[in-house]
């Protein structure tokens, strides 16, 4: 892969005003928009700036890529995740917010939004596993780089303030907001949820006839558990940490089952009733059902794979399992 190139296209902030709160890689939306999937598109920054590339910007100004990817990450924390501080009436500890929509004029945050969840003001619960996900994993790697290098952004401590603090909420909001068995539905507010009933106290069902389940969500929530949990413990934290760990255990171990693993050799999925864009239609609904089910995607089928890799290297005693290790 020609890295200079692809960063490139992945790492453009928006120029003026908005810069005011720091700074993020806008989404394909505009530069009014800051989704919070990209967290994990961080990753290509900081293997980037691993191989020695920089940004090349306007007159020929060289950027540094891991202080690009740092700002974007202080950014996704600051506003797509919220910690029950007030920012609306909403505001709860680990909700996050698919989209965040600032003022390209003063660079002012204006308000959250949802492309793919229900609203702005629910959670999104595969825009949830994002940030749950990338959070820990970007603690992993400052783990491995020298204070100078984290220099260019700020200290040891201010980075792995923020990280620790996003990664610690929006895995709590899961834990809370999902069934016991770790698998949630698509949105945390989505609008037929009340008729489930007591459903947080139960399995998850995906065979219901009110609102979907979404197994993608869940397969990539497991693996920012399992990475929180590890690093906690780690650092010492073994009550925390192991609370973290058996919980994306649990995720794991319903995935890998029935009816959520495929046992048929006639789909050419691996995990079953995921969930792509719901509000825009776009998930299949199998006749007889009145709510999508079934089917697999990319998002869910790649990152089972990855957690069960993940998990498999630690049970073997094997080399722990990162994405900056592949420069080496």
Same mark, same amino acid.
């Given at each position: 892969?020609?890295?200079?190139? +692809? ?5 453009? %902030? ?10 993020? *890689? ?7 928009? &800051? ?8 990753? /290509? =920054? ?8 920089? =940004? ?37 500890? $680990? ?5 965040? *929509? ?24 595969? $825009? #949830? /596993? ?19 290098? &984290? ?12 990280? =620790? +603090? ?15 068995? $770790? ?9 037929? %949820?009340?008729?489930?009933?007591? @459903? ?19 397969? *990539? ?6 990475? #929180? ?7 010492? +934290?073994?009550?925390?940490? +192991? ?5 994306? %255990?649990?995720?794991?171990?319903? #995935?890998?089952?029935?009816? @959520? #693993? ?8 691996? &995990? %079953? ?36 890799? @993940?998990?498999?290297? &630690? ?14």
């Amino acid at each position: 892969m020609n890295w200079p190139s +692809k960063c490139r296209v992945q790492c453009r %902030l928006p120029a003026g005003p908005i810069s005011k709160n720091g700074g993020f *890689i806008h989404s394909f939306n505009g530069p009014q928009s &800051l989704f919070v999937d990209t967290i994990r598109s961080c990753r /290509a =920054l900081v293997v980037s700036h691993q191989l020695g590339h920089t =940004l090349q910007s306007e007159n020929d100004v060289r950027i540094n890529l891991l202080k690009r990817a740092l700002q974007h990450m202080k950014a996704t924390a600051d506003y797509s995740v919220f910690y029950g501080e007030g920012r609306d009436i909403y505001d709860a500890w $680990g909700r996050t917010a698919h989209e965040c *929509i600032f003022n390209t004029r003063d660079g002012n945050y204006r308000c959250p939004n949802s492309q793919q969840g229900y609203t702005g003001f629910s959670t999104w619960t595969r $825009g #949830l /596993a994002w940030a749950m996900c990338g959070f820990p994993e970007e603690l992993e790697l400052i783990d491995t780089l020298s204070d100078d290098e &984290l220099s260019v952004y700020g200290t040891r401590d201010e980075i792995t303030s923020f990280m =620790l +603090k996003a990664a610690q909420a929006t895995c709590d909001f899961y834990i809370d907001h999902t069934p016991i068995d $770790g698998i949630p539905y698509w949105d945390t507010g989505a609008p037929n %949820l009340y008729k489930l009933g007591n @459903y947080l106290d139960n399995p998850s069902v995906p065979y219901n006839d009110y609102e979907p389940i979404d197994s993608s969500a869940a397969a *990539i929530a497991a693996q920012g558990l399992l990475r #929180l949990g590890h690093y906690l413990q780690h650092k010492g +934290k073994d009550e925390k940490g +192991k609370r973290y760990f058996q919980a994306g %255990l649990t995720v794991l171990d319903t #995935l890998l089952e029935e009816p @959520y #693993l495929s046992t048929s050799n006639s789909h050419q999925g691996i &995990l %079953l009733h995921s969930i792509y864009h719901r509000p825009n239609g776009w998930d299949y609904i199998p006749e007889g059902s009145k709510i999508p089910q079934g089917e697999s995607s990319m998002w869910g089928d790649y990152h089972i794979l990855e957690a069960a890799l @993940y998990v498999q290297r &630690l049970a073997k005693g094997e080399p722990y399992y990162t994405f900056y290790k592949c420069t080496e």
